[in-house]
C-alpha cells in the first residue's frame, strides 16, 4: 500500500476525550477549593490570625475562582481561559507570599504562616500536572521551583544579616529538597497517564482506516442513545459494491488502498461530533449526534456523491450502498443497528449504489 492512500485525520469515535474529563474535574475540584478557602477564611477570621495581605488575598481567590467556573459551566470550550485564571492567581498568590515571607512583610514568630505556607504550595504542581500537557506543565513547574530555591537562597543569605529570617530558612531549604520529588512523582504519573491513553486509543482503532472499531463504534453508540435525547441520533450502515469483485480482480493490497480510501472519504465529509468508523469486512458505520431523519438523509447523499466521484487509481469508480436509520424511542444498539441493516439489504436489493432510509422523514 503507497503512503498517499493512509489517511491524515486524527482518528474519531470518543465522546468524553482527555479534555472532556479534565474540565469535569476542574469543575469539581474548583468548586472543594471554594469551600476549602472559605473555611480556611472564616477560621482565621475567628482566630485573629488572618494576616493583612490575606484579607485582600482571600477575595480575590474566591471571585477569581467563582468567575472562572462560571465561565467554564457557560462555554465548556472556555476551559483553557479558566485553567489558566485558575492556575495562574494561585500561583502569583503563593510566590508573593513567598516573597512577604522573606522580605519580613508578614510576621512568622508562630510558625503558623509558614507551616501552612510550605503545606499548600505543591498544589501548584498537581493542578499544573492534572490540567495542563505534560510538556508545558513540566516547563512550568521548573519555572515556579527555580523561584523558590533563588528565593530560599536569597532567605540564607538575609539570615546572615537579619535574624528574623533564620526561622523561614529550615522551611525553604525543605521545599528546595522536597519540591523536585513532587515534580518527578507527577511527571512520571503524567507519562503513565499518556502511555494509558494511548495504549486504550490503539485498542479502538482500526489499524487499516485509522477510523474506529467496532468495539469503539458500539460502544461511543450506547453511550450517545443513553445520554442524548434519541431521536437526535442517526446511523448509517455503509457496504461497498462488489467489494469482493475488487480483491479477486486487483488483489488484497488494492483491496485494502480502497478501503482506506473510503475511511478518508467519508470522515473527510462529517463533522467534528459525528463518528466513522470500519465496521468489519467492507462495513463503516457513521454515527451522527444531534441530527434529524432529513439531515441524516441527506449526508448519506453527500457522502454517496464523494465516494461516486473519487475514482481510485487502480479500480476506478467506487460506489457504496447506505442503509440509515434514526433513533426511536427505546431504541437499543440492536434495534438500531437492526433497521439500518434491513436498509442496506433493500438498498443492495435496489441495485446498489444508493441510500434507503428506514424511518419516514419528518
Known amino acids: ?204 482503532i482500526d489499524y487499516l482506516t485509522n477510523l474506529s472499531n467496532r468495539r469503539a463504534a458500539s460502544r461511543a453508540l450506547e453511550r450517545a442513545l443513553s445520554s442524548h435525547a434519541q431521536a437526535s441520533i442517526g446511523v448509517m450502515l455503509i457496504d461497498i459494491d462488489r467489494f469482493k469483485t475488487i480483491n479477486d480482480a486487483f488483489g488484497h493490497g488494492i483491496g485494502d488502498q480502497v478501503l482506506v480510501q473510503v475511511g478518508k472519504l467519508f470522515q473527510q465529509g462529517l463533522r467534528k461530533t459525528d463518528i466513522a468508523s470500519r465496521w468489519g469486512g467492507e462495513e463503516f458505520l457513521v454515527v451522527l449526534v444531534t441530527t434529524t431523519a432529513s439531515e441524516l438523509y441527506q449526508t448519506a447523499e453527500r457522502l454517496r456523491l464523494r465516494l461516486e466521484a473519487y475514482p481510485h487509481p487502480a479500480v476506478g469508480q467506487v460506489t457504496a450502498s447506505f442503509g440509515v436509520a434514526i433513533a426511536r424511542p427505546g431504541d437499543r444498539l440492536e434495534t438500531l443497528l437492526r433497521r439500518a441493516d434491513q436498509a442496506l439489504f433493500k438498498a443492495k436489493r435496489a441495485g446498489r449504489n444508493r441510500v434507503v432510509v428506514a424511518d419516514p422523514i419528518d
Open 1 to 204: 500500500m503507497t503512503d498517499n492512500w493512509q489517511p491524515d485525520f486524527p482518528p474519531s469515535g470518543k465522546f468524553q476525550s482527555l479534555e472532556d474529563i479534565r474540565r469535569q474535574w476542574l469543575k469539581i475540584l474548583s468548586g472543594i477549593f471554594l469551600v476549602a478557602l472559605t473555611s480556611l477564611w472564616l477560621g482565621e477570621l475567628v482566630m485573629g490570625c488572618l494576616s493583612p495581605m490575606d484579607k485582600l488575598a482571600y477575595p480575590a481567590l474566591l471571585s477569581l475562582t467563582s468567575l472562572s467556573l462560571i465561565l467554564l459551566q457557560l462555554n465548556p470550550r472556555a476551559y483553557k481561559i479558566a485553567v489558566m485564571v485558575i492556575v495562574g492567581v494561585l500561583t502569583a498568590y503563593q510566590l508573593i507570599f513567598l516573597q512577604a515571607i522573606i522580605w519580613g512583610y508578614l510576621p512568622t514568630t508562630n510558625g503558623y504562616k509558614l507551616a501552612t505556607f510550605v503545606q499548600w504550595f505543591p498544589l501548584i504542581y498537581l493542578l499544573t500536572f492534572v490540567f495542563v500537557r505534560r510538556k508545558y506543565a513540566l516547563g512550568f513547574s521548573l519555572f515556579v521551583y527555580g523561584w523558590v530555591a533563588l528565593s530560599a537562597l536569597g532567605c540564607g543569605w538575609l539570615a546572615q544579616v537579619l535574624p528574623v529570617q533564620k526561622q523561614a530558612f529550615p522551611y525553604l531549604l525543605n521545599m528546595v529538597i522536597a519540591h523536585p520529588i513532587y515534580i518527578s512523582i507527577f511527571t512520571a504519573v503524567a507519562s503513565l497517564q499518556k502511555s494509558f491513553s494511548q495504549f486504550q486509543t490503539d485498542a479502538d
